[in-house]
């Protein structure tokens, strides 16, 4: 098919993984949208496709090349569509892609996205560029600014990177290191978002509570940043993801206290309850640490719902372990929470490791899911009878009907008149499903 004359170019945009990829995806389209492309939901319509891929475990990274297989015959159907491989995948594997998926026309790694509408002209022109160095330039310095958002919530990423290193960890590779974004504009980025409409920020980071941002006075740390991000009129609601056990400072602690902007709900990352293999990880904090950790943080906001992450199988993890994992999680008590099989990625310490049997990983990553799976329905039901804000979104699938989250992250439909995106409510829960709970205005 030719394009009509006048007609704009489409771009169609798939992103994996995490929050951060949704982030630099929305970045991605908008720096594409200055060249003159607009979106499209379906792969025919499209000129470009870009794939935001994710390489934290082998099977995400595995599903890009099963996806890009796919798109196969749209290529022979239409031979100047483009295919771009963005993201993690392709700054760790680079031009082996192009190995692999001849059919891939450029591969820009994760903090090249400036340099996108410059390789999508030199893929046009027949060349195959990768680009997957880690420049001196910040890309979100260089990106265009964001243009009107429609909707009530946002990301905005404020660092990138990690100097962890656990053991398992692809990311300070992906993703290179901890960099933080100047506070100056990570303040006005919020501005404009909030002037656009936008009611509620996610600050997005892999180590986000790591955040030490150049600010007045010399570098902040993410309470400080919190504090001021609160003070934008017409913000209702400040979030943030991921973070890192060991970075939870007390001036963060503090503010979950101190600011009502600032939602009661916190996904902190333990990977395992066994010092053993915390260890092994190289978290640098035993199963102890966290849970006395958890303790301060519920005294300085005792209704926090909190979540968390754990991997199965881990390189010598024992059944003494794991047990020890199932026992943390017992006596946290998560609201939601994230379990893995260990997947073995290439160029990080515990690859080389002895591996758990995998029907011993799955096994135990089945317990770690029920344990969890129970704990969050009581969570859910635990709802049932209380008032809680609810920031609207979205029309629900019913006629009528508006859905949200509550200020603890939980899914919320309610079907009442007055209701718009960007609508802050009381609502009374009234019943809870699995994945989401149904309430009345209160
Ligand atoms: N195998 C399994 N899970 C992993 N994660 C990170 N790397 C691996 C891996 N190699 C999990 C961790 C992390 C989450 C984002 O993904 O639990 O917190
Ligand atoms: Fe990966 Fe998180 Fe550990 Fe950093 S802190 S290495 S992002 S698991």
Known sequence: MTQAPGEPKKLYIKTYGCQMNVYDSERMAEAMGAEGYVLTETVEEA????LNTCHIREKAAEKVYSDLGR????KEAKPDLKIGVAGCVAQAEGAEIL?????????????????LPA????????EQPVDTEFPAEDKFDLLPERPVQARPTAFLTVQEGCDKFCAFCVVPYTRGAEISRPVARILSEAERLVAKGVREITLLGQNVNGYHGEGQGGAWGLGRLVRALARIDGLVRIRYTTSHPNDMADDLIEAHGAEPKLMPYLHLP???GSDRVLKAMNRKHTAEDYLRLIERIRAARPDIMLSSDFIAGFPGESDADHQASLDLIRSVGFGAAFSFK??????TPAANREGVPSEVADARLQELQALITSQQRAAQ???VGRSVGVLFEKPGRMAGQWGGKSDYLHAVHVSAEGIGPGTLARVRITAAGPNSLAGVLA
């Open 99 to 115: 190995a692999r998926m001849p059919l891939v026309d450029l591969v820009v790694g994760s903090q090249n996205y400036h340099r």
């Open 47 to 50: 000129d470009l496709v870009l």
């Open 119 to 126: 390789m999508v002209k030199a893929a046009e022109a027949g």
């Open 342 to 347: 260990y997947s073995p990625r290439p160029g």
């Open 381 to 383: 039901e635990s709802m």
């Open 71 to 74: 798109l196969r015959p749209f």
């Open 270 to 272: 333990v990977q395992s």
